[in-house]
């Protein structure tokens, strides 16, 4: 199993950065994908997370509150990569990026708390600073 995260980089605020994240060696259709961030100091926080093909609401999105309506989650099944758009980047978004994977089924979506995303299904982070 592995998952790679990518795209991050120096942006000013306001400015926008795509992140990606590729994946390998399990079904990532049947799996939801969650996108997760750490700042110096802080605890890992959720971000965003898409469902599965197999869940009930395939494709449903959720956000944290401070990322609604600036970012996008999106997949691409046939590329098993899930994108996060980031627009009007702030400060405050500064943070190495994760992606992370759980097979969740049929009757939950997916969630951005951390403890449902077992160990062996987290990718290596990205580093995205926004300069103000």
């Known amino acids: 199993v592995q998952l790679q995260a990518s795209g991050g980089g120096l942006v000013q605020s306001g400015g926008s950065l795509r992140l990606s994240c590729t994946t390998s060696?399990?079904?990532?259709?049947?799996?939801?994908i969650a996108w997760f961030r750490q700042a110096p100091g802080k605890e890992r926080e959720g971000v965003s997370c898409?469902?599965?093909?197999?869940?009930?609401?395939?494709?449903?999105?959720n956000y944290a509150d401070s990322v609604k309506g600036r970012f996008t989650i999106s997949r691409d099944n046939a590329k098993k990569t899930v994108y996060l758009q980031m627009n009007s980047l702030k400060p405050e978004d500064t943070a190495v990026y994760y992606c992370?994977?759980?097979?969740?089924?049929?009757?939950?979506?997916?969630?951005?708390?951390?403890?449902?995303?077992?160990?062996?299904?987290w990718g290596k982070g990205t580093q995205v600073t926004v300069s103000s």
């Open positions: 898409i469902s599965s093909s197999i869940s009930e609401r395939a494709g449903a999105t």
């Open positions: 060696g399990f079904t990532f259709s049947d799996y939801a």
């Open positions: 992370a994977a759980e097979r969740f089924g049929y009757t939950m979506t997916c969630s951005t708390h951390p403890v449902y995303y077992g160990t062996d299904y």
